[in-house]
């Protein structure tokens, strides 16, 4: 528990992005409202999401190895959580993360300007997913997943 992926949807043109992150136990999703795919803006995007969280589901977190990656760093620095990179062209490294994005792309289609989506779209795009149940996760949601997990640690 705590073991994340992320990643970045790109929209129309490649001119927009949103974040997605999942846990990789849960199938827990966040998904990170951007205004551009600068690295530096993602990095403090995610971090702030991050640091919402409970520390307990902050350990890890993996990612591809795009340029919006670069500043790494400051997600280290604000949350405490180890990064690391998947291998180059290796997408399946990070298989929670693509299958989650996939998922989102229902809701979002390719050719979507994500400039034009506004967060509270996104954030019930991000309920819908964490309520929906999943066989890999024993026909559970995710969110009853994160409860689950919470009460078995305290």
Known sequence: MGHWEGDLVIGKNHKSAIGTIVERKTRFTLIVKLESKKAGEVANEFSKILNKLNPIYKKSITYDNGIEMARHEI??????????????????????????????????????????IDINKLQTIQEKLNNRPRKIIGYKTPKEMMDLELKFVA
């Open 75 to 116: 997600i280290t620095k604000n949350t405490g959580m180890k990064i690391y990179f998947a291998h180059p062209y290796s997408s399946w490294e990070r298989g929670t993360n693509e299958n989650t994005n996939g998922l989102i792309r229902r809701y979002l289609p390719k050719g979507t300007n994500f400039n034009e």
